[in-house]
């Protein structure tokens, strides 16, 4: 059974823009800090972006002041925005709930980010 559900990925040209949605379960999204990873080919995996309950966010350097992370807590659904974008973000996007009994976490399917010209 799938938990985490995103979408919005796909390609774009350098400089192009992408927001990437990922939908839970509200028994999970209520209670749980969202973030998104990705990887890339020869790479480990990385954490992108984070945001608390209470909407406190966290980025990677390397993407600071270009990408954004939301939340819509009625609509059950985490958001990254991601603008300025370049050949070194393409990777595969994950969308993670960290749910705080038992430190439990869901994956989404992953998304292909694809930059390119």
């Known amino acids: 059974q799938v938990q985490l559900v995103e979408s919005g990925g796909g390609w774009v040209q350098p400089g192009g823009s992408l927001r990437l949605s990922c939908a839970a379960p509200?028994?999970?999204?209520?209670?749980?800090?969202m973030g998104w990873y990705r990887q890339a080919p020869g790479k480990q995996r990385e954490l992108v972006a984070a945001?608390?309950?209470?909407?406190?966010?966290n980025y990677a350097d390397s993407v600071k002041g270009r990408f954004t992370i939301s939340r819509d807590n009625a609509k059950n659904t985490a958001y990254l925005q991601m603008n300025s974008l370049k050949p070194e973000d393409t990777a595969v996007y994950y969308c993670n709930a960290k749910f705080p009994v038992g430190g439990f976490d869901y994956w989404g399917q992953g998304t292909q980010v694809t930059v390119s010209s």
């Open positions: 509200g028994s999970i999204f209520r209670l749980s800090g």
């Open positions: 945001i608390t309950r209470g909407g406190s966010t």
